[in-house]
């Protein structure tokens, strides 16, 4: 017998623990290179007109060693535990690692697309801003599900019971969700941007910022004023910064 078979660590004898070791630190170093080779290889993707080339370069520069060092703390514990479910301190530390992994991920992505679509379309940051929000907010929650689903929380009654209580806010803070929702659909509409030269009703003037609850013009006199969202949205608007050069 050797001195590493007479040896235990937290009961389990310290060869097991070498070979655990010696695994994960292989298992850690061969993704490592891959993020690293990944990286090298998509070094020159801003330049290529493919999308997606774009996407996969910013994801494999967000990967966090941290997530890779936690996939060779997986591989220890599986080597230990012989397959067996994983002590559950453990598995909260690496739910957290991964979800928080996804989460960088996934608002790194939404980012991404916003700004495609603000290219694309011409339209303004400020306005993508409200879906921005909403998107980032959406992701968060179903990461926050996900995790609570890992730690063995009965998510489907969790999300009953928001659900109801959501219904009760809602109805509490209607007004409020309103705007919010008039918001999101000029946002996506666009029936006017920052700068714009807009009239509806008796007002006229400059828009300034659309916000959650509210969008600011600055009138002729210099004065700010703000209109609710879903105001805006039941009055008919003229933009008159967008007269076509073909109306004589």
Do not use: Y
Not at 18 to 42: F, I
Not at 153 to 162: F, P, Q, R, S, W
Not at 168 to 176: E, G, P, S
């Amino acid at each position: 017998m050797t001195p590493f078979d007479s040896l235990f660590v937290l009961g389990i004898p310290l060869r097991e623990w070498l070979v655990a070791l010696g695994l994960a630190t292989v298992v850690v170093a061969a993704l490592l290179a891959l993020r690293d080779w990944l990286a090298r290889r998509l070094a020159g993707a801003e330049a290529t007109p493919r999308w997606s080339d774009d996407l996969a370069a910013l994801l494999v520069r967000r990967t966090s060693t941290l997530s890779l060092v936690a996939v060779g703390a997986l591989v220890v514990a599986w080597r230990l535990n012989d397959g067996r479910p994983l002590p559950m301190p453990l598995r909260i530390v690496e739910a957290l690692v991964w979800c928080w992994q996804l989460l960088r991920w996934g608002l790194l992505a939404i980012e991404f697309w916003l700004e495609r679509v603000a290219v694309a379309r011409g339209q303004d940051r400020t306005a993508l801003g409200i879906v921005s929000v909403t998107l980032r907010g959406l992701f968060a929650v179903l990461v926050a599900l996900l995790l609570l689903d890992n730690l063995g929380v009965n998510v489907t009654a969790l999300v009953t019971g928001l659900g109801i209580g959501g219904i009760a806010v809602a109805l509490a803070v209607q007004n409020v969700l309103g705007d919010f929702l008039a918001a999101l659909a000029i946002a996506m509409d666009k029936p006017f941007g920052v700068g714009d030269d807009v009239s509806f009703g008796d007002f006229r003037g400059h828009v300034e910022r659309l916000g959650l609850k509210t969008t600011r013009f600055r009138a002729p006199s210099g004065e700010e004023v703000s209109f609710a969202n879903a105001e805006l949205l039941k009055m008919r608007i003229h933009n008159h910064s967008r007269v076509s050069s073909s109306v004589v």
